[in-house]
């Protein structure tokens, strides 16, 4: 059984692609946001139970970007 469904969730975090995408580390981010890198990567591998709005505030104004191209939901299958 994989994470998410052990988690009971079914989001998918697209914080490598946007980073990638940007040229941006996630050290640097982390910086620009305000949070620390483990916070960071702990949402960004998917392991995250929550995140604040004013952290997903600053990553949406740091990135450039809405909160769909940050977060998906995929469908567990049933």
């Known amino acids: 059984m994989s ?5 009971g969730h079914a989001i998918e975090v697209h914080l490598d692609r946007l980073l990638a995408e940007r040229g941006m580390t996630l050290a640097e981010l982390a910086s620009r946001v305000g949070v620390t ?3 960071l990567s702990v949402l ?5 139970k929550a995140i604040r709005f004013t952290t997903l505030t600053r990553i949406c104004e740091v990135l450039e970007c809405q909160p769909g191209d940050l977060l998906s939901y995929r469908p567990t299958g049933g």
């Open 3 to 7: 994470p998410d469904a052990e988690d």
């Open 44 to 48: 960004k591998n998917g392991r995250a």
């Open 37 to 39: 890198n483990v916070n």
